[in-house]
């Protein structure tokens, strides 16, 4: 079975700097992807950024980017430039990549606070 | 694109009654999951149909149910509420079930029982 941490409950960053999210897996599985959702207070779960684990390049998008180091199973989210729009709680996730399947293996969260 | 769809938003419901909550894809999504959310225990993975059969469950008990039709909206039951099943119900399609994809999440039901 696969295993999500996200050992840091909340963070804090003042709007403009720059944020790193943590998490780490754990799988036996060696072809996978993982995911960063955002989760604002409206509650809709929105794709922040996708890493499959064949690919070494760390994946960016915009402000967004990975730090995925796949022997440490570490998988962390960085954020540039914080808006006060990027407040909101933020999962990791990890999805096997092996046949017909697509359960996604949350961690519990981490609520970001970005200070004005 | 319309995105994921799902109602009720709210739903208030009493112990021991029944609930369906409905959700309807992407156009052109096959594949449907549904998590549950809750302060406790975080999102935890429901069940997962794709062209109408169930192909993944997580570790719920039989009171949680659910069922795809073929234009690909589904539904879950869940029979002889108990408090503690009070959360946030979200769905999520896919593109191609086939495949592990990103997904697309609906706005969530949030059931509470009394």
């Known amino acids: 079975a696969q295993t999500v941490t996200q050992s840091q409950p909340e963070m804090s960053v003042q709007e403009a700097e720059t944020v790193t999210l943590s998490c780490t897996y754990d799988?036996?599985?060696?072809?996978?992807?993982l995911f960063w959702y955002k989760q604002p207070p409206s509650r809709q779960m929105i794709l922040v950024i996708r890493q499959e684990a064949y690919k070494q390049q760390n994946a960016t998008e915009n402000r967004f980017s990975v730090n995925f180091q796949k022997a440490a199973k570490s998988f962390s989210l960085k954020i540039s430039d914080s808006q006060l729009g990027d407040t909101a709680m933020y999962f990791c996730?990890?999805?096997?990549?092996?046949?017909?399947?697509?359960?996604?293996?949350f961690g519990k969260g981490i609520t970001l606070s970005v200070r004005p | 694109k319309a995105g994921v769809t799902q109602t009720p938003r709210y739903l208030i419901k009493t112990r021991g009654q029944q609930v369906t909550l409905s959700c309807s894809p992407i156009?052109?999504?096959?594949?449907v999951s549904w998590y549950q959310q809750t302060p406790g225990q975080g999102l935890q993975f429901l069940f997962e149909y794709f062209s109408e059969t169930q192909r993944n469950k997580g570790n719920f008990p039989g009171r949680f149910s659910g069922r795809q039709f073929s234009n690909s909206r589904s539904e879950m039951n869940v029979s002889t509420l108990e408090l503690g099943d009070s959360a946030l119900y979200l769905c999520?399609?896919?593109?191609?079930?086939?495949?592990?994809?990103?997904?697309?999440f609906g706005p969530g039901t949030r059931l509470t029982v009394t």
């Open positions: 156009s052109g999504h096959r594949s």
């Open positions: 999520a399609s896919s593109v191609l079930g086939g495949v592990a994809y990103e997904q697309y």
């Open positions: 799988t036996s599985e060696n072809n996978y992807y």
């Open positions: 996730a990890f999805m096997m990549a092996t046949g017909a399947n697509s359960k996604l293996t």
